[in-house]
């Protein structure tokens, strides 16, 4: 895991702080909005995921021994979830990328859910 790469230095501390933010909502405003889960499965579906890539110190990147990853580029979350999710395409902010991702995944739930149930009528008009 990162958190055991990076534990014990300064940088480490910084980086898992960097990942744990609050969430508790009695130090939010303007919650209670259901998120528009089908719009953000869309724009999910659109954004490529890259495996396997490396930070490069040399551009500029954070030196993390040259670990592998896999991942969205921020620039092409900009463009499909929005610049509130990436920041002017440079950086990706994993509190609303977090969001995006779980309201995509209870959309393929509902969506899930309602196959299932679709399956279970046939099944029983079959059977009659």
């Known amino acids: 895991s990162i ?3 990076y534990a014990g230095s300064a940088a480490g501390s910084q980086a ?18 259901p998120a528009n889960t089908a719009r953000m499965l869309d724009q999910i579906r659109k ?11 040399a551009k500029g990147g954070p030196d993390d021994g ?16 929005g610049n509130d999710t990436a920041p002017g395409g440079k950086v990706i902010d994993m509190v609303s990328m977090s969001g995006k991702l779980m309201a995509g ?13 679709r399956l279970k009528r046939l099944e029983k008009r079959s059977a009659a």
């Not at 898992?16 to 909005?33: L, N």
């Not at 040259?66 to 092409?76: E, K, S």
């Open 105 to 117: 995944v209870q959309e393929l739930a509902r969506m899930s859910d309602l196959t299932d149930k």
């Open 66 to 81: 040259g670990i592998p990853h896999d991942g969205p580029m921020a620039a092409d979350v900009q463009r499909n979830l």
């Open 16 to 33: 898992i702080s960097d990942w744990m933010k609050t969430s508790d909502e009695a130090v939010k405003v303007g919650t209670g909005k």
């Open 3 to 5: 958190a055991g790469q």
């Open 47 to 57: 954004t490529p995921v890259d495996e396997d890539w490396r930070y490069s110190p």
